[in-house]
């Protein structure tokens, strides 16, 4: 069974351009996650998608934004990037919600 | 708010020791805890789920222990090895549903 995929894996970016960000979860998983990794702030979490509607969401700022498509796929948009969006950017995975998480390998966003 | 505190930061430890890294929670009100290993520029692994109900979860050389009302968990690893080395995190679930996670635990395992 494939694990959770997330491309790109690397990105350069400069100050004020966006970005697009793709995950494709666990065949058969509905839930998809998205989190913000830096060495200052740790794991954070950005949003929640299940059944294509945004469950949850944390305490970023508008410019941070995601979808979810029919087949469960996810995609994350980070619009007018700055120095600090520098990131591991994490995709995770689960049946519904609540359950076990499971990770992707990242990618891994430097902005210049 | 829920915080999410790991102890030690760091630790090292030589080859074919017992180790217990801890975890600790402001808000006891949790769905589950996750614990994962994460090797560096990697993703995550899970390593242990314990859904609120329960007290422990093991797998393999791993055993994760689940106080709920006193905000704790921690992560026995037995008889460690080299490939252990790696950052320990763990995660809670709150009743909102956000995952929150510890700052994590750099362990080294010397041969």
């Known amino acids: 069974k494939a694990g959770v995929t997330q491309t790109p894996r690397y990105l350069i970016k400069t100050r004020g351009q966006q970005v697009t960000l793709s995950c494709s979860p666990i065949s058969g998983h509905r839930s998809v996650s998205w989190y913000q990794q830096t060495p200052g702030q740790g794991l954070q979490f950005l949003f929640e998608y299940f059944s294509e509607t945004q469950r949850n969401k944390g305490n970023f700022p508008g410019r941070f934004s995601g979808r979810q498509f029919s087949n469960s796929r996810s995609e994350m948009n980070v619009s007018t990037l700055e120095l600090g969006d520098s990131a591991l950017y994490l995709c995770?995975?689960?049946?519904?919600?609540?359950?076990?998480?499971?990770f992707g390998p990242g990618t891994r966003l430097t902005v210049l | 708010k829920q915080e999410v505190t790991q102890i030690p930061a760091a630790l090292s430890v030589p080859e074919g020791e017992n180790l217990v890294l801890n975890c600790s929670f402001t808000d006891s009100a949790i769905y589950n805890l996750q614990w994962f290993r994460q090797d560096p520029g990697k993703g995550l692994t899970s390593l242990l789920l314990?859904?609120?109900?329960?007290r422990e979860q093991t797998s393999g050389r791993l055993n994760a222990s689940l106080d709920k009302s006193s905000g704790r968990s921690t992560l026995y690893i037995a008889a460690s090895q080299p490939g252990d080395s790696a950052t320990y995190l763990c995660?809670?679930?709150?009743?909102?549903?956000?995952?929150?996670f510890g700052q994590g635990t750099e362990l080294s395992v010397k041969p």
């Open positions: 995660a809670v679930r709150n009743q909102g549903g956000k995952l929150i």
């Open positions: 995770a995975s689960s049946k519904t919600g609540p359950n076990e998480q499971f």
């Open positions: 314990i859904q609120s109900s329960q």
